[in-house]
């Protein structure tokens, strides 16, 4: 017996590049506008919005009680969120965080985790309601105030957007990624944000820095202090893209016979607590923090992080600076306000433009619940003008009632009333008779009529809307405003001034080692000054080049033969054990070039540096120093030439000699000190080049190796010139390899 085939569906060819193309613009659009990015009205993501919607239909207002949050969840995605229970439920976990959210949205009953990073409860043993800013988001939403379209599986209606009397978008902030974009608001004071638009109001055409004196940076729910210029600041409004340098807040506390410690009271936004400690206890371990001895946390519902120096001598700002350099102790939160406007458009704005844009929607909600109004009132207006003819024509009205055999028909065409005014008539209770009611009715016409031609007034002129929306944004600003608990400024601002400047034994344990640098160029750190007659071990092959006594607090100085300066810090140097790495990985100097000098840095001390053309000039150690693996071009060679001298400057004389075996002396006041480039000329030569220079004590006398011994002649009268010359053939005795040492 045969079985007929399963009928599958249309198979179509297409070019695999056009198919997923295809396919992954659909993604993308998906998560950019039903993810990732916040509306720049009511500052929500679907999920959010879902959540508050589905939360009020379930009438959990905050007078209300609270119900298990399971049963929010289930309805969010059985109704109008087809996605994982998990990830909504962190998403109402969130809203619920008064550490995550500056004005939190959901007012949660349970545990929903700590600022310490621990996990909430499960959605089964923690409840939710609403709270009185998620009032302010969802007021009038059942006045016709937003769109309303069809969830996705048609069964229901979810809004669009919500009506958000609240600023949030800007007050509670927002992050999130999207395919090829991403968003990043910090939140802000919502009795701020509330001064400016209102300022907006009244000037439309206010800039930027006006608004900025109303709204004068972020201000995190963690609190902190922060520390950035005001340039900055503006600049970051202006453009929409930027960032805030938060700081912990610390003080000091006395303790006895000159004790002190150091208590952090608060940390940097969406830092997590227990992994910051764990930081700088590692950090304490690594001895990278040398002037701390402790942390301990001694925090309850409130943040007191104590840190004990090493001795009392310690200066705390010094301390502070090591930590807020190593640690989240200060961190940078990007400010990018990408955000979908009204049109459904990723966008990034400016504060203007936000604020604008929440200005334009207020106003969409106040016409439409103002028209939502306008026709409940002619719809009222229209019964009461039947009721009233009804009690002018009681006694023909119950006539025709009781006599007629189709009294609405014969009510219409006696008083002319509508179908709807005749079928109220019929509808009403005989105790609504009462001459009383006639003079009620005339009442609520009155009032109804003034209040429709309000609301008509309303409607035609902007004035009044601007006026409307004002006075609206004024009760918000009162409800949650800077005299409240939840509306105080948390974050504040310190002065940006000069940074402390922080010495390296700081952030290092300082600990003697042995630098060796073999001749292929492989370099590490032996521990202790290890003496350097000692027998080193080097790879088969290779030969000792540099070995030289430093502490792990140095930077050593390199000098290559391109002209260029790199710098290595002694601490990051690999360990004794084994023959090291190759110096080339930890600097970015090419096979063409070699080194010709590595020491350790000693502030204060000149370099004299020449070129083998025979240009030099001298440079301040500082200058020299790099901050990165390209290191830092200082001495320019010609093309074809290279670098060939880099000498520590002592003495009052400098002494040259190149490789045709000529001698030059001249003072070293004749030689420049520059800061880079290619010098003046230190030896003039026709067909040699420069060998080697020296600089010592003219009344000492010059010394060069003779043999095993060192000879020194100091009778030196006919090499002696000036800077540029020549020179004498150099005395007998001196070495044919034509250097001094």
Not at 238 to 264: K, P, Q, Y
């Amino acid at each position: 017996m045969t079985t007929k085939p399963v009928p599958t569906g249309e198979i179509r060819e297409a070019p695999l590049a056009d198919a997923l193309g295809e396919r992954y613009l659909a993604y993308a659009l998906s998560t950019i506008m039903a993810r990732s990015l916040p509306d720049v009205r009511d500052g929500l993501k679907p999920v959010h919005r879902r959540l508050l919607f589905a939360m009020r239909q379930l009438k959990l207002d905050p007078g209300s009680g609270y119900k298990k949050s399971a049963r929010v969840v289930g309805d969010v995605i059985g109704k109008y969120h087809p996605h994982g229970d998990q990830s909504v439920y962190d998403a109402l976990v969130r809203l619920a965080q008064d550490f995550s959210q500056r004005y939190p949205l959901i007012d949660g009953q349970g545990n929903f985790g700590n600022v310490d990073g621990d996990n909430p409860a499960a959605m089964r043993y923690t409840e939710a309601r609403l709270t009185r800013v998620s009032e302010r988001l969802l007021e009038g939403i059942d006045e016709d105030s937003v769109d309303f379209r069809a969830t996705y599986d048609g069964e229901e209606q979810e809004p669009v957007v919500l009506p958000s009397a609240f600023p949030n978008l800007l007050a509670n902030g927002a992050t999130g990624i999207a395919v090829g974009m991403a968003t990043s608001i910090p939140p802000h004071n919502a009795a701020e944000l509330i001064g400016a638009l209102l300022h907006l109001i009244e000037k439309p055409e206010a800039t930027t820095a006006e608004l900025v004196q109303h709204v004068p940076g972020p201000d995190f729910p963690t609190g902190g202090i922060m520390v950035e210029s005001p340039a900055s600041i503006l600049d970051a409004y202006e453009t929409g893209r930027g960032g805030f340098r938060l700081r912990a807040r610390w003080e000091i506390e006395e303790g006895e016979r000159g004790a002190w410690h150091i208590v952090i009271t608060e940390i940097p936004y969406h830092v997590q607590k227990s992994k910051l400690i764990e930081k700088i206890a590692e950090l304490i371990e690594q001895k990278r923090l040398t002037l701390l001895d402790d942390v301990r946390d001694e925090s309850t519902d409130v943040v007191r992080v104590v840190l004990e120096p090493k001795t009392r001598t310690v200066q705390p700002e010094v301390l502070m600076e090591s930590l807020f350099r190593l640690t989240d102790l200060e961190t940078r939160f990007p400010l990018n306000l990408n955000v979908l406007d009204a049109d459904g458009t990723p966008k990034v704005m400016g504060l203007k433009q936000a604020l604008q844009a929440f200005l334009d929607h207020r106003i969409v909600v106040l016409l439409r619940r103002s028209r939502f109004r306008l026709d409940q009132i002619a719809r009222r207006l229209e019964m009461l003008g039947g009721y009233l003819i009804a009690y002018l024509n009681l006694d023909e009205v119950i006539r025709i009632i009781r006599e007629e055999d189709e009294p609405k028909k014969e009510m219409i065409a006696r008083f002319g009333l509508t179908d709807v005014q005749a079928e109220g008539i019929l509808n009403m209770r005989l105790r609504s008779l009462r001459r009383l009611e006639e003079f009620e009715i005339r009442k609520e016409h009155d009032a109804l009529s003034k209040e429709q031609a309000d609301l008509e007034r309303l409607v035609a002129d902007p004035k009044r809307q601007r006026k409307a929306i004002a006075k609206n944004l004024d009760e918000v600003r009162t409800a949650f405003g800077t005299n409240t608990a939840l509306g105080r400024r948390r974050t504040t601002f310190g002065e940006v001034g000069t940074a402390v400047i922080v010495p390296i034994t700081a952030l290092v344990e300082r600990e003697p080692i042995t630098v060796v640098l073999s001749a292929k160029g492989w370099v590490r750190a032996l521990k202790g000054h290890v003496s350097l007659d000692s027998d080193i071990k080097y790879k088969e092959g290779d030969s000792p080049r540099w070995v030289f006594h430093a502490e792990t607090t140095d930077r050593l100085v390199l000098f290559a033969t391109n002209g260029r300066f790199y710098t290595l810090p002694a601490d990051k140097l690999p360990g004794g054990r084994g023959n090291g790495e190759p110096v080339r990985l930890m600097i970015e100097l090419g096979n063409d070039h070699e080194l010709l000098a590595v020491f350790a840095h000693r502030p204060g001390r000149k370099l004299l540096l020449a070129s083998e053309d025979g240009y030099g000039f001298i440079v301040d150690e500082e200058q020299v120093l790099a901050t990165n693996r390209t290191g830092k071009q200082v001495l320019n060679v010609g093309e074809g030439r290279e670098a060939k001298v880099c000498i520590a400057v002592e003495g009052d004389t400098v002494a040259v000699v190149g490789n045709n075996h000529k001698l030059l002396l001249f003072p070293v006041s004749e030689v420049p000190e520059m800061a880079r480039g290619k010098g003046v000329i230190l030896q003039k030569y026709k067909d040699a080049t420069l060998s080697d220079v020296k600089t010592f004590t003219l009344a000492d006398g010059l010394t060069w190796p003779w043999g095993d011994r060192v000879r020194t002649e100091t009778n030196l009268t006919d090499w002696l010139g000036t800077r540029a010359q020549t020179g004498r053939l150099a005395p007998k005795g001196f070495p044919k390899s034509d250097r001094f040492s």
